[in-house]
Structure formats: structure tokens, C-alpha cells
């Protein structure tokens, strides 16, 4: 078993782990399955309280220590690419050559952008600045805050 608190975000959640080796029905019908997992999440998103189980079957050898941290960084990368689909549509773009890498570039500029002016919400950073190109300037000739060494 293993554990992890995240207080970030608006989110106050324990994340526990249990896995357990998987019996030889499962091994022998999904070759390689080494290990049965579940994963709880409990606490609260923006002060309501929030629940989630996830259950999964995985042949990584490992500890449950690192099995949670192979998971939350993995969703940690996730949550990134679901804003830029979500918010940015960058799944929809059908950009070819070297289009797609260039759009890709200021798409992530303009996110970095949005969190450096201090936009909690990707949806009203951009509805602030969408049609406002004074704003939009301005963030991008920000000077970054010095750090407090």
C-alpha cells in the first residue's frame, strides 16, 4: 500500500494505493499481468467533497511507492495535454509539416502566458485577452519576477 496527499489547485486529496499480485487466472488470460491495482482518491475539488476509484491490471514490476508515482505523473502529463484539447482544440488542428510543431510551440506560449498572469482558468485568461490585443501584448512583454534568492 502506498499514499500520497495533494493540497494544489483547489484540491485537498489522499491518493492510496493498494496492489496485489495478480491471480493465475488473470497472468494466464492477460499474458504479463503482474499486478492487480486500485487506486482511491478522496478529499475535496474546489471545496466539494470528491471521490474516485480507478482499478487496474498492469505488468510493471515495481513497488506500490512507485506505482503511485508512475501514475500520478502520468496523469499529471495528461491533465496537461486534455486543456490543450479541450480548451485549445489542438486535436481538431490538421497542421502538416512543420505547421504543427510551430503551432504547437505558441499554444504552449500562450498557456505559460495565461498561468504567468495569473489565470487559475485557462477558459477566462483566454475569454480576457481574446479580443483585447493591448492585454494580449502585454503579457507577452511581461518581465518575469526576479526570484528571491
Excluded at 491518493?15 to 475535496?44: C, F, Y
Excluded at 491490471?57 to 503511485?68: A, F, H, K, Q, V
Excluded at 485549445?88 to 488542428?93: G, I
Aim: charged letters at 20%.
Amino acid at each position: 500500500m502506498a499514499t500520497d496527499h495533494e493540497i494544489s489547485h483547489g484540491r485537498d486529496i489522499t491518493w492510496t494505493l493498494r496492489a496485489k499480485q495478480a491471480p493465475e487466472h488473470i497472468s494466464e488470460t492477460w499474458i504479463g499481468t503482474s499486478w492487480i491495482v486500485e487506486l482511491v482518491a478522496i478529499g475535496t475539488r474546489d471545496a466539494r467533497p470528491f471521490q474516485a476509484t480507478h482499478l487496474f491490471l498492469t505488468s510493471l514490476r515495481t513497488t506500490p511507492e512507485g506505482m503511485l508515482q508512475l501514475v500520478r505523473d502520468r496523469w499529471s502529463i495528461e491533465v496537461w495535454h486534455w486543456i490543450r484539447d479541450t480548451q485549445l482544440q489542438e486535436d481538431a488542428h490538421r497542421y502538416r509539416g512543420n505547421g504543427a510543431g510551430t503551432m504547437a510551440t505558441l499554444r504552449t506560449a500562450a498557456l505559460n502566458l495565461l498561468r504567468l498572469a495569473g489565470f487559475q482558468s485557462i477558459r477566462a485568461g483566454m475569454q480576457a485577452v481574446m479580443h483585447d490585443i493591448t492585454a494580449l501584448l502585454a503579457m507577452a512583454m511581461r518581465q518575469p519576477e526576479p526570484s528571491p534568492d
